[in-house]
């Protein structure tokens, strides 16, 4: 089945460390994107990425890292840097960027020990 | 930066009955996507909407694109209680990049 994997869909993360979320699609979309989700607000955009060895930052990009080596793969990177980490973190694809729909994967949760 | 309202933050109804829902903005959008989220899950899209005046149905599900551009809708008919969830609005922009805003979601339960 085509479609958008996250994992793990739980992560746990203790002070000063980096963790990395990843997130696999096989739908051949060229553009990947990460948002987080905390409770109450909407989806906010951390990084996306048009195609393969690309990305932009979004509106909250401070304190996360990412990379596109390939096209099926954006794995996002939690650092120390990032102070208020705890949230639903959302990995989502569209054939390119632009005016495409977006589908979404399920999701991981990060969580501060 | 932009920001959509959604209404209502949360609704409780009965089994059976019609629910509306509906996003706002001061910005103009050129597309609108209404999604459905469950608890820990990703949202999943139920209805895109590409032009002003569009009304677009899946299923029990309607959606139209306001005329004006800077709002949306969203009915669900003779409501089950599958279709509990939070939905989310969400308007593409130009604004530089081309790039979607969304909504804060509508909490919707459903009472069997």
């Known amino acids: 089945d085509g479609g958008i994997t996250q994992s793990p869909k739980y992560l746990f993360r203790k002070e000063g460390q980096n963790v990395t979320l990843s997130c696999e699609q096989n739908l051949n979309h060229d553009a990947m994107y990460w948002y987080r989700q905390d409770p109450g607000q909407g989806l906010r955009l951390i990084y996306y990425?048009?195609?393969?060895?690309?990305?932009q930052k979004g509106d909250i990009a401070e304190g996360y890292s990412v990379s596109r080596e390939k096209k099926e793969s954006f794995p996002l990177t939690v650092t120390s840097a990032q102070k208020n980490p705890t949230a639903f973190y959302l990995c989502?694809?569209?054939?390119?960027?632009?005016?495409?729909?977006?589908?979404f994967g399920p999701g991981t949760r990060l969580l501060v020990l | 930066g932009q920001q959509l309202n959604q209404s209502p933050q949360s609704m409780f109804i009965q089994e059976g009955e019609d629910v509306s829902m509906n996003c706002t903005s001061s910005?103009?959008?050129?597309?609108w996507l209404w999604y459905k989220q469950e608890p820990g899950e990703g949202p999943v899209l139920l209805i895109a909407l590409y032009k002003a005046g569009e009304l677009t149905s899946n299923g029990r599900l309607t959606a139209q694109f306001g005329i004006t551009r800077k709002d949306s809708f969203l009915n669900i008919s003779a409501s089950i209680p599958s279709d509990v969830g939070i939905y989310f609005c969400a308007g593409g922009t130009t604004s530089g990049t081309y790039k979607y805003i969304f909504g804060t979601g509508t909490r919707l339960k459903v009472l069997a």
């Open positions: 990425s048009q195609i393969v060895n690309d990305f």
């Open positions: 989502a694809s569209s054939i390119f960027v632009g005016q495409e729909t977006q589908y």
């Open positions: 910005s103009i959008f050129n597309t």
